[in-house]
Every structure is written in structure tokens, then in C-alpha cells.
């Protein structure tokens, strides 16, 4: 693969130098948030009291841009990062049907894996984050550095090449996943100069990639852009009548090329409308927000809310915006929802 030139595309730089509060998992948080569960439990049982801080203070420095015009069907996003903290930082991470690969430059990231309850969290560097249907945490202490690319479902089965469903939930090496893939990825990554570089390389990268693999099953690409389309709100009967398909053959070819059921996906969707809803300066208020996510009432908002993301929604609000690590959003469609 050649390395390609500096591309001139716009990138955004967001500099955060911020305080943060530290949430307790016993005492529920000085933020409102509390860090609940066995999953916490599995980050916090590996770390020394003593290099808890309950006032650690974090210095970040993210830069974002977005895919070659091929990939943006398969590719969100891509963020450069470097972040030092004065301790530990604890992150909640929010369930959703994305895949997020990571190139670490540097320090391992201690993350809790949702696919094993009860085994400790594990240390990574490069490493791939399924598809997840419930909410997680990771850690890291010191400078973290490195690349984070977003990846669509069916972005991932296609670089990859592996079943969605034997990724969701798990949190893998990503040499476990691309043999050899990561030592030499994360070194081409590290010599070029600048971020901007950096991001054409994992284009060339992705579209090479691309270039030598079969698609994914057009009836289940098609079913998938009709569920972004509407936030996750369509019924999976008609989706299947659409593409001439079962109701139980869609939810088999899901599980395979996006890693989850219909059903689960849509609920994924729906969660993550709410959450991109609730991030804005002016959010609509409870009753409006189940209505616009496609909930039956704000009852059940609350219900889903709390139990895919661990917090009720006043929890989520109040909560310093840098412990919580949001999913990216799901591309809009680039072409016409039609089999």
C-alpha cells in the first residue's frame, strides 16, 4: 500500500483543560453519576486506592475528520487523540451497534469486556470494541495517545471478515482479530507528522481493504439503512416482506453481517437518537423525547434509558461530559432505500 500525501480536508481540534469529578462506584458520584455493576467493580478491583484522585484534572487534545467520500458508508469517523490525566480517569461507555477500533500509540487502555461478567478487565493498546447492548467502562492513567476509528457494522464484517455476533459484546486484541494488523498499522501511524497524515493513511488503508472483499448481502445492507433512516423506528415484519425474506432468515443474516437481532438493533438506534437528543444546548423534555425516539411514553424512556446506559436521564445530564464516552452516530444514507 502506498502511503499517500497530506490531504488538505478541514479537521477540527477541540482543546478540553477541565477539572473532572471522579465518580465513586459506593457513593454514587459527585457528578449524579454513579459507576455501577460488576463491570466497574472489574476496572476497580485492578487499581490501587492510592492512585485514585477524587479530583483528578485531564488534559485533552482530540482532532476529528471524516472518511473518503467510499468509505462513509462503513466508516463514521476517524479521531486522533491525546489525553494526559493527573490519576485515573474512569470512562462509562454507551451501548450502541457500532464498532470501535483503536491504535494505540502508546500506554495500555483498561477496559472492562461486557462479553465475560465476572473476569477482571484486561489491558489493551490496539484493540476492537463490538457492537455492545449494554453500557461498560475503561480506565487509564498518565498520557493515552492513538487513533479511534468508527466503524459501522457492516464496515467491520467487511474489513474484518469475521461474524458481527462472535464480536458483540467483547472488547478483542485487534491482532486477535487482523493477524499482525495492528504492530504494523500503529507504526506507519506513528512516524507521519500530523494528524491529517495520519487519517489519509487509514483511508488508503480501508479502501484497499475494501477493494479485495465481497460485499455484504444487499437485502441485509438495505434493511439496515432503512432502520438508520428512521432511528430504529420500523417494523421488522415489513422489512422482511420488503426484502422477500423470513422474519427468522433477516434476524439470521443480522446476527451474522451486523451482530445483533433486528429487534435489538432497532433498540439500539432508537437509544442512541435519545442520547444525540438529549446532547444538544436546547433538548426536548420528557414526554417530547419519547415521541421524537419512537417510545411508547416517557415511562418507557426511563425504563430503556436506565437499563441500557446504567444512569436515569437526570443522571446522564448532570454528569461531567468527559466521563462519558458517547457512541457515534450512525451515518445518514447515501442512497435510496430501495431492495
Not at 23 to 39: I, K, P, Q, T, V
Not at 168 to 189: C, H, M
Not at 243 to 267: M, Y
Amino acid at each position: 500500500m502506498k502511503r499517500p500525501a497530506r490531504s488538505a480536508v478541514e479537521s477540527l481540534t477541540l482543546n478540553v483543560s477541565e477539572p473532572l469529578l471522579y465518580a465513586s462506584a459506593r457513593a454514587n458520584g459527585r457528578g449524579g453519576a454513579s459507576l455501577d455493576g460488576s463491570l466497574y467493580d472489574s476496572i476497580m478491583d485492578t487499581t490501587p486506592a492510592h492512585d485514585l484522585d477524587p479530583l483528578p484534572a485531564l488534559d485533552s487534545q482530540v482532532v476529528g475528520r471524516r472518511p473518503a467520500p467510499a468509505l462513509r458508508d462503513l466508516v463514521t469517523g476517524y479521531q486522533g487523540y491525546v489525553e494526559s490525566v493527573s490519576s485515573v480517569l474512569v470512562r462509562r461507555t454507551f451501548p450502541g451497534p457500532n464498532v470501535v477500533l483503536i491504535i494505540g500509540f502508546g500506554a495500555p487502555i483498561r477496559v472492562a469486556d461486557p462479553g465475560r461478567p465476572g473476569a477482571p478487565a484486561s489491558d489493551h493498546i490496539s484493540f476492537v470494541a463490538g457492537p455492545h447492548t449494554q453500557h461498560g467502562f475503561y480506565q487509564f492513567a498518565g498520557v493515552s495517545c492513538g487513533v479511534q476509528v468508527d466503524l459501522t457494522p457492516i464496515g467491520a464484517y467487511l474489513f474484518f471478515g469475521v461474524r458481527m455476533d462472535g464480536l458483540t459484546d467483547r472488547v478483542l486484541r485487534l491482532d486477535d482479530i487482523v493477524p499482525g494488523g495492528a504492530s504494523g498499522l500503529s507504526a506507519w501511524l506513528q512516524e507521519l507528522p500530523a494528524w491529517d497524515a495520519r487519517f489519509d493513511l487509514l483511508d488508503a488503508f480501508f479502501c484497499e481493504r475494501l477493494a479485495r472483499v465481497r460485499p455484504a448481502a444487499h437485502a441485509v445492507t438495505w434493511a439496515w439503512r432503512a432502520m438508520i433512516g428512521s432511528h430504529g423506528n420500523v417494523s421488522i415484519g415489513a422489512l422482511a416482506a420488503e426484502v422477500g425474506w423470513s422474519r427468522k432468515h433477516l434476524a439470521a443474516r443480522f446476527h451474522e453481517q451486523i451482530g445483533l437481532s433486528p429487534k435489538t438493533a432497532a433498540s439500539l438506534l432508537r437509544f442512541n437518537r435519545a442520547l444525540d437528543l438529549l446532547q444538544r444546548p436546547t433538548h426536548p423534555g420528557g414526554a417530547q423525547l419519547a415521541l421524537l425516539c419512537g417510545y411508547y411514553d416517557q415511562t418507557h424512556l426511563a425504563r430503556e434509558f436506565r437499563r441500557l446506559s446504567g444512569l436515569t436521564i437526570s443522571e446522564f445530564l448532570r454528569a461531567p461530559a468527559a466521563l462519558n464516552n458517547l457512541p457515534s452516530e450512525a451515518p445518514a444514507p447515501t442512497i435510496a432505500l430501495s431492495p
